[in-house]
């Protein structure tokens, strides 16, 4: 194991550096963890391109990385839960426990919730990361760390599946083939939708779609909603069951609404500019639920399950592998959208 802690911290705007920091020492409850894996996420690129995501704002060095799994190294009093040797994924964000939403069970909903590498909060893109014992699972033997560390996209299909309400049989429309899409197609099979569509811009993200079990693609060739909505009715020769809108992109979102059956729901899960201009009228009148997603709540453990049982396979999301003294190669290369998900290896 390492004696230094090399950490990958951006400073400003542009401004990542990698820098031995001390080793953290586990408090009561907590554990220190021997970082394995971290992906990267879109939103870590997008805080070193811009210094910020809406009023998060990068006002002092923050450590990187959310997506990630460790092995237990050292353990903090009380702790009964994990032993020193265990391989965990670490779910990123921790409530506070007391407030009302914390007590309803919504604990995404926090105020004050700490989620790793969201200003102010440090991420764990780092030999050396503690992080409080309940909120690491434990990985079986037969799951990998690069495993652990994707099962923290993957509850983002599993929390956007449910409130979607995905179950035997559904007919789900999937926008948007990025990471999150294809982590919710992932989850929309596993939940037993009958057919799943998924759509994008480009063609090497269909293609992956395509891989990865999507039973349709549609290109989307025009920002009219209403074009492109018969065109994703015509390939699944009636209209979805469910939306999932994984872009962020405000024509994705009306073609989402416009899309989906009378009745049925649009979970949106991408985040675009603040006030989009949507069909609501017809969302309205046709009875189609507009529902949102905020990370998700619960939903390590069955991610965990998904994988171990073999109901998903994460490991084809993975296109691009560095180590973490190559983390500016695996910036760039995810900021220029080579791949789907760039994981960085964090032991020495
Ligand atoms: P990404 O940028 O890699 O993927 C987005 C995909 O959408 C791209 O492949 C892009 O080509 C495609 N796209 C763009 N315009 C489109 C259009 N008009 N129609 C169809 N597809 C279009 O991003 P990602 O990492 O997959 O994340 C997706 C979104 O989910 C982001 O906005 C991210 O911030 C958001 N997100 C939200 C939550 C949440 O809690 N709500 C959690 C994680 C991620
Ligand atoms: O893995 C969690 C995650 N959440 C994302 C994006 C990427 N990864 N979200 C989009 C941005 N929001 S936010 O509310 N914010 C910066 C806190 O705009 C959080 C959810
Ligand atoms: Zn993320």
Redesign the pocket.
Known sequence: MADTNLTAILYAKGDIRLEDTSIPEPGPGQVQLCMQHVGI???DVHYWQHGNIGDFVVKAPMILGHEAAGIVSKIGDGVTSLKIGDRVAIEPGVPCRRCMDCKRGRYNLCPDMAFCATPPIHGNLARYYVHDADFCYKLPDHVSTEEGALLEPLS?GVHACKRAGVTLGTKVLI???????LVNLLTAKACGASVVCV????EK?LAMAKEMGADHVVK?TSKDPKEMADKIVETFGERPDVTIE????P??TRTAILSTRSGGCVVL????PSSVELPVMDAAVREVDIR????YVNCYPTALNMVASGSVNVKPLITHRFKLEQTMDAFETTLR?DGIKVMIECKK
């Open positions: 996420c879109g939103s983002v926008c948007g083939a990025g990471p999150i899409g759509t994008d811009l480009d993200r989307i994984c872009s962020g992109a024509p994705s899960v991408g985040m675009g949102g997603i905020f990370r959208g």
